[in-house]
């Protein structure tokens, strides 16, 4: 299982709570418990490149978007 966490520049850490593909938009959430969750080591590293790629304009920050839980 793999959650996404971005830690912002003012020492946040944000948790993407939703993922809504078809709007490219994102929900994020400061509690952990509330965050999406991916099964899987193999579709959340995919989920994540995804993520980077398509809503990098929408939301820059996204570079710098992690994975928690997840080893590859």
Known sequence: MGKFKLNTSNGET???KKIDKVNETLEF????DEAYNRDGDFYTKSELDFIKFHFKD???EVKNLVTDGVYW
């Open 14 to 16: 944000l948790w993407v």
């Open 58 to 60: 929408k939301y820059p």
């Open 29 to 32: 959430t400061k509690n952990k």
